[in-house]
């Protein structure tokens, strides 16, 4: 079956670094996505990798490896605006989005 | 990048009535897509609805459930029909923008509460 698995709460310090963690199992793959939601809105497009490596867009990186089903969300400087859930999704081999359940990262002052 | 819009953003329903949400995007699009996220809860994609054609149920829902219009290529709406408290959830239109096969963006939601 297709699943993905990420934390259901992270919590982290103002100006610090977290790392959220995906793993993902599809049948097919086409890329994975990063999504952040903030509490009653809808979910805004972050990242989507689908080679292997590290993307770069300001504060937020992902990365992926495709061979151990394995991204991960990284983001530095942490401002107390970041407090939102992050959703990962895989893409299958029919470029349907299979979402995990989002990790809600809780910033502390 | 194209706009979206949902309406209503919010509605309080009784059980046992219908009601019909609206998407709206600002450019032409071929696939629009149409998802429920209850509480606390990530998205499940209820159906994909390309213009021109049926929409395309996921499991678990059926078209006399939720029945799609796409009448063009800026616009579709979901009913929910014949609502229990069990309907109650946000309901997102979500879009691929042209040229792209992979990114989706969201409209802002409807929050539906079912009493």
């Known amino acids: 079956g297709q699943n993905i698995d990420q934390p259901t709460e992270m919590t982290a310090t103002e100006g610090a670094i977290v790392q959220i963690n995906c793993t993902y199992q599809?049948?097919?793959?086409?890329?994975l996505f990063w999504y952040q939601q903030h509490a009653g809105e809808a979910p805004t497009f972050l990242s989507y990798?689908?080679l292997d490596g590290l993307e770069e867009k300001g504060r937020f990186s992902s990365f992926l490896s495709r061979s151990k089903g394995y991204s991960y969300l990284l983001l530095k400087e942490l401002q107390m605006k970041d407090s939102a859930s992050y959703l990962c999704?895989?893409?299958?081999?029919?470029?349907?989005?299979?979402w995990g359940a989002g990790t809600k990262l809780i910033i502390k002052p | 990048s194209a706009v979206i819009s949902q309406k209503p953003s919010r509605d309080i329903c009784q059980r046992g009535t219908s009601l019909t949400i609206q998407c709206q995007v600002d450019?032409?699009?071929?696939?629009m897509f149409w998802y429920r996220q209850q509480p606390g809860q990530s998205l499940t994609l209820i159906a994909t609805?390309?213009?021109?054609?049926?929409?395309?149920?996921e499991s678990g829902f059926v078209i006399d459930k939720f029945p799609i219009s796409r009448p063009n290529l800026t616009f579709s709406t979901l009913t929910v029909s014949n609502m229990s408290p069990e309907d109650s959830s946000i309901y997102l239109c979500?879009?691929?923008?042209?040229?792209?096969?992979?990114?989706?963006?969201f409209g802002p939601g409807t929050r539906l509460t079912v009493t």
């Open positions: 979500s879009f691929r923008p042209p040229g792209s096969s992979v990114e989706q963006y």
């Open positions: 450019s032409q699009v071929t696939m």
């Open positions: 609805a390309n213009q021109g054609s049926e929409a395309t149920y």
């Open positions: 599809t049948s097919g793959f086409n890329g």
């Open positions: 990798n689908v």
């Open positions: 999704a895989a893409m299958d081999s029919n470029y349907q989005l299979i």
